[in-house]
């Protein structure tokens, strides 16, 4: 039987664990991973972006609204709790949506819902919790570079690169700090390299004879179809697609 590592869920020949380096940040992550994703999606960027944010989290579930560690976060009055989430009435932090003034001092926890789309929806419709939180957006600066996975929309972004382009967001506003920048989109980049060349190695399963096509090669979903990442992001505006 293969063998796991049960921190990063990658196989043993390939945990992550002793290249990553937790960085000091003072925003506290929360990534809520749905049950499918935390059971099955063994090359989920959740995970591995969890373990390279000191004090952020992962909590498994559906709905929230009775899961006692989300529900100590929201209710803390240390905290400042939002949803990651394009929405019309979001703080856009790109555009000075959130500033310190607006914690006064209290801590910013983000919360992001990691799953496909249509996991990731059911997780907010079941979860008044969430629904009822500030919503947190910021205008991207750059499309996903997932090679291995095909996205729906050209803004659509991994949960590795959702939080590192927040992260550079909430730095530019004065709200954070960010030690190594370059370690999330290092670290998002050696993934794919390794799967890129599995993927291509007649000797192992799930060969692949035809490349990947690189992802401003590719067409796109007109809509989010079931199976597919969560959340999209038009520049510029503060709505979901």
């Not at 799930?206 to 520049?235: C, D, I, M, Q, V």
Request: charged content about 20%; aromatic content about 10%; overall charge positive.
């Amino acid at each position: 039987m293969r063998e796991f590592c049960w921190r990063c869920f990658w196989p043993r020949e390939r945990c992550w664990c002793g290249e990553i380096t937790a960085q000091a940040v003072q925003t506290q992550f929360v990534f809520l991973m749905h049950p499918k994703e935390f059971k099955q999606e063994k090359a989920g960027t959740g995970r591995l972006t969890a373990l390279s944010l000191a004090d952020s989290v992962i909590e498994m579930g559906v709905s929230f609204d009775d899961h006692p560690a989300v529900q100590n976060l929201i209710q803390d009055p240390g905290n400042f709790p939002v949803l990651l989430y394009p929405a019309e009435d979001a703080f856009n932090v790109s555009q000075g949506g959130l500033t310190p003034q607006n914690l006064g001092g209290r801590r910013l926890v983000v919360f992001l819902l990691d799953g496909t789309w249509a996991c990731a929806k059911k997780m907010l419709t079941q979860s008044k919790c969430l629904q009822g939180l500030p919503k947190l957006m910021f205008t991207p600066t750059e499309k996903s570079r997932f090679v291995i996975k095909r996205q729906p929309h050209e803004w659509c972004l991994s949960t590795l690169e959702a939080t590192h382009q927040l992260l550079l967001a909430l730095v530019a506003s004065g709200l954070d700090v960010y030690p190594d920048p370059e370690a999330l989109p290092r670290l998002f980049q050696r993934m794919q390299d390794f799967q890129l060349a599995c993927a291509s190695d007649p000797q192992r399963t799930g060969y692949r004879r035809k490349p990947y096509k690189l992802p401003e090669a590719r067409t796109t979903l007109s809509a989010p179809r079931k199976g597919k990442r969560n959340l999209f992001w038009r520049p510029g505006s503060g709505a979901a697609l």
